[in-house]
């Protein structure tokens, strides 16, 4: 038997779903989605297919279309508050490697509905090269050990920008999200789940399937019912 203390990285992930938990209140939701254009259109090529950029690039083009969807709720210091964003903008998770082991960072992809799939993926591939010391609070997180001293700083940094929406807009934040456990099915294990995020709306990619000559991208979405009221 083996116990083992948290690493940093570790424990602010717990404390960041911890946040997200207390304060959200989430409906889980599933939709299937014809994407056959686009696998077509990859297959005559006889090209990969890039899923995370046609992902992004359809959750774009959709905020597009429903800017009132693309908000998030803030605990200010005056009270409750909506960030509604003037610019389309999705916190992306992407994984880069660090001394030959994968860190889990993200980052945030600005008005995808005005760009190609092709710049979508091209913008993935070049962030995926990156350092950790690119990512601030990655690298502190992935760095630093496990100490009172170190999660107080995390903790205070989380405070100050869940609490400022004024802040989190200009260091570059989204207000819409994709899960980091998206892409975790696998053929022999069908893996399906629901994803919560800080952002109102959180999005989960499960897999493709094909019926008839058609392809459907299977997802989940995690609805912050606290900024969408409803009929």
Known sequence: MVIQKLKL???FLVYQLDHIKRHGNFLPTQI???ISAYVNS???RGQKFP???VFVKMIGDWAAANPEAHKMMFRTWTGLKFLYGDEIRINMPIEIKHEGR??????VIRNPQNKTVEQINQELRTAKKKSIRDFPITKFAYLNSNTFY????LKGLHKIINSSPNLYWKKGGGCLSVSSLSNVSKP???FSTFSFGPTGLTFFYKDIVRVENRSYLNLSIGVDHNCY???
Request: net charge negative; no cysteine.
């Open 150 to 153: 170190n999660r107080w700083l």
């Open 188 to 190: 022999d294990m069908p």
């Open 42 to 44: 990859y297959e005559q």
């Open 32 to 34: 299937q989605l014809d």
């Open 102 to 107: 994968s860190v889990v960072t993200a980052i």
């Open 229 to 231: 009221t409803g009929i």
């Open 9 to 11: 990285h570790e424990w």
């Open 51 to 53: 899923l995370n950029a």
